[in-house]
Structure formats: structure tokens, C-alpha cells
């Protein structure tokens, strides 16, 4: 009798662990589906929360911090309607803010080298008048015409502005314009505007007195 009831009471055991093997399984596999699916809600939210951020121009970040968030996002692979749509608009807009940054840059740049051209090519025309000797000033009027596209290169020089007209005086070729800087020995326009052909050498240079 007593070994009936061990023995009852063993499968009575087997049982219970068994059942409760099982539910504890489920349990976790629950936990695991439920932790996954509130991530990937969090993830959906904060997506279209920072997208629409973005959109609406209400965040501090940087052309550069805006795309690493977008590059984020789209690494989520998240498959939602709302995401696709915001992220398709967010796109379209920091690609037309990284044209304007591009375009901005190059202007700058350029702005940077005809600043440095001028600086260049008023002090070429000083050195020139200042030199003291023919030869001196022979090899500085050979390097600046190093600068442009032909020894013939038109100058331009503005005598006059007025009502946002230009009055020019004469014509010349830059040869011309140095080799007068030198016999005058003094230097009295500066750089007002230089045009450059695909090479980047100048191709038309305009002065203005002093």
C-alpha cells in the first residue's frame, strides 16, 4: 500500500513539473513576444516623432546629425506605412538642404579664391612699380601673365559709376597694362571683377581707380 502511495505520489510529481515546465516555456516565449513588440512600438513612435521634428524644421541637429538619424531609422527596417511615408518626405528635404550647403560652400570658396586672386594681382601690379630694376620688373610682368589665358587678355578699367552704370576708360591687353604700371611706376587700380575660362586662367580682368 505505502509503495502505491510513493508511487502515486512520484507520477502525481512528474506531472506537476511537467505542466509546470511547460507553462513557464510559454511564459518566457510570451515575455520574449511582448518585449519585442513594445520595442518595436517604442521604435515606430520615436521614428515618427523625429521625422516630423525634422520635417517641421524643430530640432537643433546639424545637415550632418539629420542624416545620421534618418540613416537610424532606415537601419530599423521597421515596415510601417507612417515611417515609409515621413522617411520618402524627410529624404527629399535633406537632400535639398545638402544641395544648398553644397552650393553655399562652393560659393564660398569661390568668393575665397577671387579674394586671394586680387590680393595676388595687386601686389603683382605694386611689385612691378615698385621695382628697382628693368629686369626685376620684366620677371614679375612675366609671372602674373602666367596668370592669364594669353598675353592678350582684355583690361577694363572703370572710370566712372554712376546710377549702376560702369564708364570705361579705353581698352588694353594685360601686356599692355603691365608694361604701363612699369614705365609709370605706379600702380593706381585695383581689382574689381576677373572672369576665368574652364582652365582657370583669366580671361577678362576689369579694374577701377583707386
Known amino acids: 500500500m505505502k509503495n502505491s502511495i510513493k508511487t502515486v505520489i512520484m507520477v502525481l510529481l512528474a506531472v506537476f513539473i511537467t505542466i ?10 510570451q515575455l520574449a513576444k511582448e518585449a519585442a513588440e513594445a520595442e518595436y512600438k517604442s521604435r515606430v513612435e520615436q ?17 550632418e546629425e539629420k542624416e ?23 529624404e527629399k528635404k535633406l537632400a535639398r538642404e545638402r544641395a544648398q550647403k553644397e552650393e553655399e560652400e562652393r560659393n564660398k570658396n569661390e568668393q575665397q579664391e577671387t579674394q586671394a586672386m586680387n590680393v595676388t594681382l595687386e601686389s ?11 629686369s626685376q ?8 601673365l602666367g596668370l ?11 572710370i566712372n559709376q554712376s546710377a549702376g552704370f560702369n564708364d570705361y576708360d579705353r581698352p588694353t591687353t594685360i601686356e599692355n597694362y603691365l608694361n604701363y604700371i612699369k ?3 605706379k600702380a593706381t587700380e585695383k581689382v574689381y571683377d576677373i572672369k576665368y ?10 579694374l577701377i581707380k583707386k
Open 183 to 185: 614705365d609709370q611706376k
Open 68 to 90: 545620421a538619424r534618418v540613416q537610424t531609422i532606415k537601419d530599423w527596417n521597421l515596415q510601417n506605412a507612417e515611417v515609409d511615408d515621413l522617411l520618402f518626405q524627410v
Open 197 to 206: 575660362n574652364a582652365n582657370g586662367k583669366i580671361n577678362e580682368l576689369e
Open 20 to 29: 509546470g515546465g511547460t507553462t513557464s516555456c510559454k511564459s518566457k516565449k
Open 124 to 134: 603683382s601690379f605694386n611689385s612691378i612699380a615698385r621695382a628697382g630694376s628693368l
Open 137 to 144: 620688373s620684366n620677371r614679375i610682368i612675366n609671372e602674373t
Open 47 to 63: 521614428a515618427v516623432k523625429d521625422l516630423n521634428a525634422i520635417l517641421d524644421d524643430e530640432t537643433l541637429w546639424t545637415l
Open 148 to 158: 592669364f589665358e594669353s598675353k592678350n587678355v582684355p583690361v577694363l578699367i572703370i
